[in-house]
Every structure is written in structure tokens, then in C-alpha cells.
């Protein structure tokens, strides 16, 4: 159960960075933003979706290694490969079905270092660690490219997203006493 819950949690993921990136020209995509210390959205985007890639690279092997990926500069450098990325992220996605025992392989300096894990923690990892990002890219966005259209929840963490909806509800609730 939990493989599907997280699924559909990727996908929202994934399709929110999808309509996202649909809206952007190459010059929007690709800018160089003093607020992302010199990076692009594009270079957020190209983060996020090889962090995925690595997770379904590493499945046949039982082997995950973030820190192995390929960095594929084409991505963070045309809306178009990226959007065609997220396609084929959406379709693995969706093809999942069964918990896998996984090998995390991270490197902090002289060895890697290899963590047990699941494929359901990685995605959970994954989803988290989109919304950070996601969450950047958002003031960015709000700063630089206001006519850009973001989703209400685009880079609020669920559980924020429910306190808010929680919270409303019990504001309304007192207003109407």
C-alpha cells in the first residue's frame, strides 16, 4: 500500500514540475539568478529529476548512489529535455508495484559508505527532497518571473499543506461562533 501512496505523492511531484517547466522559454529556464547565488531553475530542475533517475537506475542493481549520477547538463540547460524526462519519470512511477530492499551508496569523503534501505524510503526521500527544492524554485519565481504560474502547493510540504487545511477550517469555524 504504501508503494502506491508514494507513487501518487511522486506524481503530484512530477506533474506539478511538469506544468511548471511547460510555461518557461529557454531564457527563463536557463537564467542565471542572483538569488539562486548564480544557478538557473533549470539547474534545480535538472537536480531534482536526476535524483529520480539514479533512485530507477539503481533499482536493477539493488544500488543506489546519488552522488553517482550523471549530471546531464542538457537538462538543466533546455525545458524541453526536461519535460520529456519527467514523462519518462511518470511512466516508471507508475510501473512500480513492490517494495525492493535497496543498498544507499553515499560518499562523505574518504569511503563509500553503504546504508540498507527500500525503495519505499527513497522515494519518500525523493518526494522531500523535490519539495525543498521546489519550495526555492518557488521564491525564486515569485521574485523574478511573477507572470509565471505556480500550483497553490507547489513546494509546501504535505504536512503543511494539511495544517493549512486543518487550520483554515478551524479559523472559519471560530469566526463563525
Known sequence: MSIKLLCKSSNTILNQLNDFVSQLDKEVYCKTLPLLSGNSLGKHIRHILELYQELFNGLPKGKISYDDRQRDILIEQN??????????LLQK???????????LGVDYGDEEVIVGSTLSRELAYNIEHAIHHMAIIQICVKHSFPAVQLSEDFGLAYSTIKYNKSNVHANLSATSE
Open 79 to 88: 525545458p524541453k529535455v526536461a519535460l520529456e524526462l519527467i514523462s519518462e
Open 93 to 103: 512511477t507508475g510501473e512500480l508495484s513492490i517494495e525492493i530492499d535497496l543498498n
